[in-house]
């Protein structure tokens, strides 16, 4: 099957009476538009989206009388930073951002891909954090410039 772009979005607010059959993407492969993936249900999928269109959770791709092919993002490792101040929020912010990291930030928290080296860096500046698994449903955005650290 091959989907060139999204029929709609899932509403989650409704009762859904069709098989919703998930495929799962990478949070990068939300800002691919060629992707060749399998459905949960092993259904063949072939997405080459049109110019300036990108999936988001939720996105339908196929519906017919039974059922609806939405995209879903896998569940990955993450680590949740939970700063109890502007203070904390400054240090974390700080080491992520001399580290390059990308990092999200929603509701009070900072989200990153979970890596080895950064728990023992958040304890180091005694900040809160927590490793969970979560549904990224934004690519991480890699900003600015590059520079060099010359001395």
């Known amino acids: 099957m091959k989907i ?20 799962e993407l990478e949070w ?15 259904e063949d999928i072939a997405i080459a989206l049109e110019e300036e269109i990108y999936l988001h959770p939720g996105d339908i791709l196929f ?3 039974n059922k609806k092919i939405v995209i879903n993002t896998v569940l990955e490792d ?11 929020m400054g240090r974390a912010a700080f080491e992520l951002g ?3 990291t990308p990092c999200l ?5 900072i989200i990153v891909r979970y890596d080895s080296t ?9 900040v809160t954090f927590a490793n969970e698994k979560r549904r ?4 991480f955005k890699y900003k600015g410039h590059s520079h060099t650290h010359e001395h």
């Open 4 to 23: 060139t772009k999204p029929l709609g979005r899932l509403d989650e607010n409704s009762e859904e009476t069709k098989l919703i059959d998930y495929v």
């Open 28 to 42: 990068e492969e939300l800002g691919k538009r060629i992707l060749r993936k399998k459905s949960n249900n092993g």
């Open 63 to 65: 519906e017919n009388e």
């Open 78 to 88: 993450a680590i949740i930073i939970y700063p109890a101040s502007v203070e904390e």
């Open 98 to 100: 001399n580290r390059h």
């Open 105 to 109: 930030i929603q509701d009070k928290e």
């Open 118 to 126: 950064i728990p023992p860096l958040l304890k180091d500046i005694n």
């Open 136 to 139: 990224f449903n934004q690519p």
